[in-house]
């Protein structure tokens, strides 16, 4: 089953998923979804990993597949400043990404 109509709708309402990821439980922020090597990848900001804050605030790749038990949870997010729209590891490969205010005139 593809929990890609999850982060899909995660993405589009800006709200957190909660997944289980390496053993351990993840709720994340997904900015983006896109493809690599044929596989399907969301780039989130981890917003907490077995119930506590991360250390630092950072974007990370999750293997879509790599993600257990995927829900959308209620839990709203803003969009993080760490995440770059603009990568160009996203040309021509992004499914979905969230909407970012420009900062550029």
């Known amino acids: 089953m593809s929990h890609a109509p999850t982060i899909f ?3 589009v309402k800006q709200q957190a998923v909660a997944a289980t990821y390496n053993l351990g439980e993840v709720t994340l922020a997904p900015h983006i979804i896109y493809t690599r090597h044929g596989e399907m990848y969301v780039d989130a900001l981890t917003l907490a ?3 506590k804050p ?3 605030p950072k974007i990370g790749a999750f293997k879509l ?3 257990g038990a995927l829900r959308l949870t209620p839990r709203k997010f803003e969009p993080s400043e760490l995440f770059v ?3 160009p590891k996203y040309d021509g490969v992004a499914l ?3 909407e970012t205010e420009s900062l550029a005139a």
Do not use: C, M
Request: charged share 50%; aromatic share 0%; no cysteine.
């Open 54 to 56: 991360p250390k630092e």
């Open 9 to 11: 709708e995660a993405i």
């Open 65 to 67: 597949d790599g993600l």
């Open 49 to 51: 990993r077995d119930g």
């Open 85 to 87: 729209r603009d990568d």
């Open 96 to 98: 979905l990404a969230i």
